[in-house]
């Protein structure tokens, strides 16, 4: 019973952990995955709008935490981020495992969009050095990303020993 | 009241939503050194802890190899030594002759990098070595391809450093050929330039070198090469693009001059007129 509540904010914590030490080893080309965001897309498109903003919120306070150029950036953008998935919940739609790996790359998209808004509006010089590593950054970065997710959705389709799908 | 409570259970996803994201605004607007304080107390005491241990772990896999070439390295550089402690004396001998007064010994402290920031551009880095290795705040890091940050923050076990990409960070350099002194600088943490004015002699392919004048950096460490001169409408300055020595995602040992920093004493000043505020 209590392994079912700790299960999430273990998995977060894991998940930092690993983001932070062991992620950039598996980068190709300078490109990593993030494995924060697709956990908070697992999060927010099972439990719904609610939960995805106070986790997305949290989620980006402690990379704030980590790091501090604008305390709040990263707050704000998974906040926006957990709202936008959490619209998705399982509950209210029933969505394709391909559909899902799709919401995730747009996201990946909106989130980067609002963290270089928030860069913007601090200083508006950096616009044109900002605007090209949407495309050179985000869009490899949320493939990577996507493509992780899909492998866990794979996973999940695998035929298990014990007869459970 | 009654209609408040009513709004709020009935509304409860905007309003958590709207409420998170003002207090996010509200934190982005605080002063940055205000901001900067709290954030770096919070995450030291917090995640960095872990993030330690974790990285220690993960290194023993790696740790019989590394041994083994550590060895076959060590008898290479026996020799390389002998051969640099008779140039070293050389040099000694000349500069006494030459009467120059220079300070080329570093005291070097190897660290390993522990942990990076969880962003896609590493802008710090966390290092192996604190306080009880006689690391404090402002000394600079090095590795044997040039200057990569300073300390920032030490604890006793552990130190945090500003890497030269931070886009807040700004670095006295020179020019090694023409002397020409300018501040590095960085928007992006990728792209690097230093504005020189118009006339100042500087071509691609010169060694960036650090000034010394920053109080922190000693002179001479290498930074990168000019890569192209780009003059700007600017009537008075050119913007004279860097490609830094040092890759700034693959850091894995680096060095800590154990130096003092000349501006120690002006810096607490500042920091102590900064809290009476």
Redesign the interface.
Known sequence: MIMHYLRWPILFVACFILQTSFVPSLSVLGVKPDLLMIVLFFFSIRYGVMAGVFVGFFMGLAQDLYTPAILGQNALTKTIIGACIGLFNEKVMRTDPFVKTIILFVMFIVHDSVFMLVLLMKNTNHFFVMVPDLFVKTIPRALYSAAIAALFYAWEFLPKPSGRR | MHWIIRFFTIY??IT??CA??F??????S?TPVK??K???I??FS??YP??FY??QT?RIKNIFSENRKLKEDNAAQAAAIAMLKEQAQEGARLEGLLSLRGNYTYDLQVARV???????V???VIISVGKENGVAAYMPVITSLGAVGKVVLALPHMALVQLLND??NRTSVLAQRSREVGILET??GE?FFIRYRTHADVAPGDTIVTSGLGGVYLKGLTVGAVTRVVTSRDPLFKKVFVVMSVDF?RLEDVFVIRVKSQWTSFRSELDSLERRQ
Do not use: D, G, K
Not at chain 2, 23 to 28: D, I, N, R
Not at chain 2, 114 to 120: F, M, N, T, W
């Open positions: 409860r996803n958590s939503f998170l994201v207090v996010s605004l509200w934190m982005m605080s901001q900067e709290i954030a770096r919070l995450s917090i995640f872990f993030q974790i990285s993960a522990v942990a990076r920031e969880p962003s896609s590493s802008r710090s886009p807040s928007e992006n792209e995602n």
